[in-house]
Each structure stands twice: as C-alpha cells, then as structure tokens.
C-alpha cells in the first residue's frame, strides 16, 4: 500500500500500467539496434530524434532501427523528429596545446564575436548568426554554452560586437549563444529546418518539435511545407523563449502540443520564473486537449551515475503529478553510460507518482464543444460505473487527447485505422493505441460492439462481463473531430 490512502478505490486499482509517457533522445551511447531495442524495453514510448547533431544518413539509421526493435518488441513507439532551429552558435576554433578546439576566457578580458568567416582563438570567434551586430548594443549580455560563460556588450563595430567576459570559463567549437531579453532577427525555420522537415516527412516521421517558437504564426511555413510534401504531421511547440511564453496560449492552441524544454528557457529568462511557467505551460495544455512533455535534465545526473538525485526523483515526480503527458530525457540516453538503466528509473518514479498521488493531478478546465462534452461525459460515466476501459475510435487522436487531458482513472485504448495517428497516440497520458485495418465508419453499433470485444479480448486487455465505454462517430460520418457517439457495453453482450 503507498503512503498516501485513496479517497476512490478504483483510482488505485486502476495502477496497472504506467500513465505518463517517455520521451528518449536517441545519440551515440544508443543508437544501435541493440541500444534502441534496450531503451523500448525500458520503457520508451517516443524516440527523439535530435537533428542539431549528426548527418541525415545517421538519423535514417537511427530510424530504421527504432521501426525494427518497435516490430521485435511488439511496442508502439512514435519517431520525433527535433529540428535544431535558429539557434546561434559559435564557429570553430583553432586547435591548443593539447590538440582540443578549446579556449578559456579571462575575467575582464575583452572578446570578440564576429560575423566574418574566421577560426577562433582565445581573442575573438565567429558565429553563424550573420545579424548579430544589428541585434546587439552596448550593455546588452551574451551568454556562451547554457550560460556558463557570461559576456557584456561594449560596443559594436561593423561586422564585430566587442564585449568584456563577466564570467570566465573555457569556450569550445559550436557551442551555443543567448541573447536573454534580446529580440533577435531570425525566421521561425532556417533553410536546414527545412530541409530536415522535407527529410522528416518523407522518411515517415511522427511527430515533428519545433525548436525557438516565438509566435503562434511560426507554424504556418511548416504547414506549407507539409502540404507541399502531401503529409500533416503534428507539430510540437518548444517553449524556451520570452516571446513564446508571453504568447503562450495562442500557441498552445495553434500548434499540436508542446514542449516544455527548460535548458534554454533558464537561460532565456531569470531561472526562478521556470517552474512557474512548466506549470502554466502544462495546465493550458490539458485544457486545449495538447500533450505536453517536461524536458531538460529530468534525471540529469544520470549521465554518469546509475541513481538520480533526491531532487531530480522529485522533479520528475512532480512532473507527473502537475499533469504532464511525458518526461523526456536528453544527454542521459544520448550520451549517458546508464540509458537504459535511467528510462527503467524514470519508468519506476512516475508510476508510482501515478499509483500513489492520482488525487494530487490537478483537474482541468470543463470543455464546452460538442465534442469535448462527449469526451467529459465518457470520462464521468467511466468513472460512475467503474469500467474496465475507455475506447475511442478516432482518425487524428484528438479525441483521445480530449478524454485522455482530464486523467480517468480507467486506461484509455485509441483505435484507428490511420498509422501515423497510431504512433501519435503513443504521447498521450495513460492510452495505448490499437492499429486496425477495417474500416469502422460504416459498421452498426452491433458490429462496433462485436469488432471492439475481438480487437480488445485478443490483446488481452478485457474478459466477457467487463464494462467499457466506447465513444465513435455515427456511422457513415467520416469528418475528422465529428465524435458524437457514446455506448456503455458489456464484453461478450452481443455474441
């Protein structure tokens, strides 16, 4: 028995498998087949494909690979493919003494960041930014590598911005660079955001992460994108930007989910408004039925060490009982020496936060459409009559996500006949997705009820007397986002 008693039976029992789902970034420490193959039977549900690093020929690997242990493994897992976005790094720099593309800035020493195209040295670099002189001014702070080097403006001077080092610390090739407060000149996708997005669609992709959104608007060039390839795919929003978070529930609205990904945000803004603003991000995304995943050094530590802090268990916990769909990890599966050993941790902290805090999920703001109304009250005759299972049927999963943002107790199985929405459902709270390939749109009810206890019986996920809620669309309605239908059923009722 957990520490915390339950005030409804049913939510307890209702533990029976994880809720909060698992984002994994894919790197070099896992991106055999072997090492995919461990982190899906740890407990991964959404592989993250990081294209600020490596070559699309690596990632098509890396995708074939997770496609083969997913098949092997018998698991739903769903590509994300992250575009590395306008992000303003470093150049190169020239090698030192001991052969490393390193150097360390002084305190008080004056640094140059110019636009020319030049190797670095302990003086100046370049970046890829080409209008970072027009951006800057005198005072302005530059931050170097998450941060941990600080610059300050003095004065800009053609294609040169001169600043004095505030805080010292060494600076590598490529690392990135942080105008905090600064309203940079950059488009929402770079021409190499593009072409990763081509690449994306055309490899079969699931779900695409935006990186640096400012405004609701910067997903209309990669809806054009996607139109021109044939294919929508749904888009995550990352907030990591003072803009995004002052237009935050316009973008929640617009896009198809978000992410939450505190590693530039902190730098971006004062590090004390970040667990304000996950916890605002995470309660305006259940109340627009949006999956939302907390990312950034959930279990950071893990890098290098086969246990997680007392703070990060906690972080991660916290996560989960805030709402959260997913906890994602990044350098710890990527680049770490216990991937799989962190994904089963991970797996283990928000189950029990699960099992033993449901009553602590905040609940969510009532849905007054047609169609949220359905899903609410699909949600309360679930719970009124303690139902085994929660089915939808549905072509985009938005009414999974509908039923799945107000956190029933009873697990939730989407059905669809669509694979890429298939894969999508593997992001949302506490569903498991169920790929069929009859058409359901013109079966009676009868035949609804009778395909759904064969699908459901064979999976092993219902006996015959259970009672299930199954929501649909009326049949022949074929329009996506039309479900308006709800049967209370009884397994086995029409054999």
């Given amino acids: 028995m957990g520490i915390f008693p339950f005030k409804n039976k049913q939510r307890k029992q209702a533990g029976i498998m994880r809720k909060a789902k698992i984002v994994d970034t894919i790197g070099p420490a896992t991106e055999s087949l072997e090492g995919i193959t461990k982190l899906v039977e740890a407990g991964m549900d959404v592989a993250r494909l990081n294209r600020s690093h490596g070559t699309p020929e690596d990632h098509l690997r890396v995708y074939n690979n997770l496609r083969e242990a997913s098949k092997t493994t018998g698991r739903n897992v769903a590509a994300l493919v992250d575009l590395q976005g306008p992000k303003i790094r470093c150049g190169w720099f020239k090698k030192n003494a001991d052969g490393e593309d390193k150097v360390y800035l002084e305190e008080g020493q004056e640094f140059v960041i110019t636009t020319d195209d030049i190797e670095g040295d302990e003086h100046r670099t370049s970046t890829t930014f080409k209008g970072l002189p027009g951006d800057c ?170 246990v997680p802090t007392r703070a990060e268990a906690s972080d991660c916990a916290n996560a989960v009982l805030d709402g959260a769909d997913a906890t994602m990890t990044s350098n710890e599966t990527a680049v770490g020496k216990y991937p799989a050993v962190t994904v089963q941790t991970m797996s283990r902290i928000s189950q ?50 509908r039923i799945s943002r107000e956190r029933p107790a009873a697990p939730i199985y989407g059905l669809t006949n669509n694979e890429h929405t298939y894969h999508w459902l593997a992001l949302s709270w506490g569903t498991e997705g169920f790929l069929i390939s009859e058409d359901y749109h013109d079966m009676n009810r009868h035949d609804l009820m009778i395909f759904t206890d064969k699908v459901l019986r064979e999976a092993g996920k219902v006996e015959d007397g259970d009672k299930i809620v199954v929501l649909s669309t009326a049949q022949g309605e074929r329009q996506a986002g039309r479900t308006d239908s709800i049967y209370v059923h009884t397994v086995g009722a029409c054999d």
């Fill in 352 to 401: 029990y936060a699960t099992e033993n805090g449901y009553d602590r999920i905040p609940s969510v703001e009532l849905d007054m459409s047609s169609t949220g109304a359905v899903s609410s009250a699909a949600v309360d005759l679930a719970d009124k009559l303690n139902a085994k299972a929660i089915v939808a049927y549905t072509q985009t999963g938005r009414t999974v996500h």
């Fill in 137 to 306: 001014h005198a005072g302005d702070p530059i931050l170097i590598d998450d941060g941990k080097v600080r610059l300050e403006v003095t004065k800009v001077e053609g294609n040169d911005v001169h600043t004095k080092v505030v805080v010292a610390g060494p600076v590598s090739s490529h690392k990135g660079i942080n105008l905090p407060g600064v309203a940079v000149s950059l488009p929402a996708l770079t021409e190499k955001d593009e072409s990763d997005l081509r690449w994306a669609i055309r490899t079969g992709a699931d779900i695409i992460a935006m990186s640096f959104v400012r405004f609701a608007t910067d997903i209309d060039r990669a809806h054009e994108i996607m139109d021109e390839e044939g294919r929508r795919i749904p888009i995550v929003a990352k907030i990591e930007k003072p803009q995004a978070v002052a237009n935050l529930e316009e973008i929640v609205k617009t896009f198809d989910g978000i992410m939450v990904a505190r590693g530039d945000m902190a730098v971006e803004m004062p590090l004390e408004q970040v667990p304000l603003v996950t916890k605002r991000c995470i309660e305006l995304s259940r109340q627009y039925a949006k999956p939302v995943i907390v990312a950034t050094e959930v279990l950071g530590s893990m890098v290098n060490s086969p």
